[in-house]
């Protein structure tokens, strides 16, 4: 009869060892990431309905999306003129920036004369100038709102 070493025994335990827990290891990560799944794919359907609700959301004032675009595209020294309008079509910013021209009372003309090519100085100076034209704008609509009423004199009857 066979009678293994001590050695021998030694190492199969050990290998025998190793392959259950890689074993368990592995059924109970496999749980954990389906656990994980759940979570994910309702926080991808809560995203895909709040995406539908960007669209029904109200825009954006002159000023707020202005402010989001000078956050986006700061100027950097060295890059004042450098051609900012193929960076702002590549990242889809050209059409916001369009319809802000388009929806602004402020005069930009000497500015930008067109959309295809401007420097980064340029498109910076006219955010800035949009900007401030909608916020005066603003200001002016909520002085009117503060505005006492006029008071009427009352006529006495003679």
């Known amino acids: 009869m066979y009678k293994p070493t001590p050695l021998l025994s030694y190492f199969w335990g050990l290998f025998s060892g190793l392959i259950v827990s ?6 109970l990560t496999q749980t954990e990431v389906a656990s994980e799944q759940i979570p994910i794919e309702a926080e ?7 995406s539908t609700s960007v669209v029904d959301a ?3 004032s002159l000023a707020t999306r202005a402010e989001l675009l000078l956050k986006y595209y700061t100027i ?3 890059a004042e003129e450098t ?3 193929p960076l702002l079509q590549k990242n889809g910013h050209l059409e916001i920036f369009r319809q802000m021209l388009q929806q602004s009372t402020a005069d930009v003309s ?3 004369q067109s959309t295809h090519s401007f420097t980064a100085a340029q498109f910076y100076a006219s955010l ?6 909608d916020e005066e704008q603003q200001a002016k609509a909520q002085l009117e709102l503060l505005k006492p009423a006029p008071v009427i004199p009352a006529v006495s009857p003679p």
């Open 22 to 27: 890689a074993f368990l290891f592995n059924s």
């Open 44 to 50: 991808q359907n809560t995203l895909a309905a709040s």
């Open 58 to 60: 109200p825009t954006l």
């Open 76 to 78: 950097r020294d060295g």
């Open 83 to 85: 051609n900012l309008a």
């Open 110 to 112: 000497d500015l930008i």
């Open 128 to 133: 800035v100038r949009i900007k401030q034209k």
